[in-house]
């Protein structure tokens, strides 16, 4: 077993070396957040727990991360009383305030929410 691993190593240490990297790690693949971190992306995402009734939709409207205080974006519907919404942000913004709405028309009460971290979770009140 141990010269099977030994086999496959020098295997991955010849591909990576004709492909002009000299170490096993070139031979794996990025992963979204790698890609992100390159791009300087930061994901931010917004989890609203709430029962707004069937049929109903949650919407987020705000003042970053691509949102507008003029129209909504809907929120992905996760699983009973749980609403979420996520973005890609440049870095240059990842602070910023929001408001939920039901149908993206009946506002939530009570003060704006700030987003300060990349899992904001909200308990809106209509």
């Not at 992963?31 to 791009?39: E, I, L, Q």
């Not at 519907?77 to 440049?90: F, L, R, S, T, V």
Request: aromatic content about 10%; overall charge positive.
């Amino acid at each position: 077993m141990h010269a099977l691993k030994t086999n496959t190593e020098k295997i991955a240490i010849k591909k990576a070396t004709n492909t002009g990297y000299t170490s096993k790690t070139s031979t794996t693949k990025a992963t979204n957040s790698d890609t992100d971190k390159k791009n300087n992306k930061v994901s931010v995402k917004v989890t609203a727990k709430i029962d707004i009734g069937f049929g109903n939709r949650l919407y987020i409207r705000g003042d970053g991360c691509g949102l507008s205080w003029k129209k909504g974006i809907e929120m992905k519907y996760i699983d009973d009383n749980c609403w979420q919404w996520e973005c890609k942000d440049d870095g240059a913004k990842t602070s910023f305030e929001f408001k939920v709405l039901i149908n993206d028309e009946i506002w939530s009460t009570g003060e704006n929410y700030i987003a300060i971290d990349k899992n904001n979770e909200v308990y809106p009140i209509f």
